[in-house]
């Protein structure tokens, strides 16, 4: 049984964890997340099923995101990153992403 349970441990340290910023236009509606797998994350967003926010407002281009190991790390950083003015997030994409391109396209899926 042990080796089961360290197979079932080794297999949920190794995931890896989003923290995500999605916009509805250059400098639009900003919305911050966190999920285990940004690809399929981001095309619910995309198909209006990502939550109310998002579909209600259009807010559907995936600008920025960070990786984690730790689940609790991308949980407190989301927080961080939602308690953070309007001005600093937009810095942090312009920073990463210039021109606010959709990272979505260049995701792995």
Not at 63 to 78: K, L, S
Request: positive net charge; hydrophobic residues 35%; aromatic residues 14%.
């Amino acid at each position: 049984m042990t080796g089961q349970v360290d197979a079932y441990c080794e297999r949920r340290m190794s995931k890896t964890y989003y923290v995500y910023i999605l916009a509805s236009a250059r400098n639009g509606t900003l919305y911050v997340g966190v999920t285990n797998d940004i690809g399929a994350r981001t095309f619910a967003h995309k198909e209006g099923r990502g939550s109310l926010f998002t579909a209600k407002y259009g807010v559907k281009t995936l600008v920025y995101y960070e990786t984690f190991e730790d689940v609790r790390e991308a949980i407190t950083r989301e927080k961080k990153l939602k308690k953070w003015c309007r001005e600093w997030k937009i810095d942090l994409i312009e920073a990463a992403n210039p021109e606010w391109n959709d990272l979505y396209l260049t995701l792995n899926h």
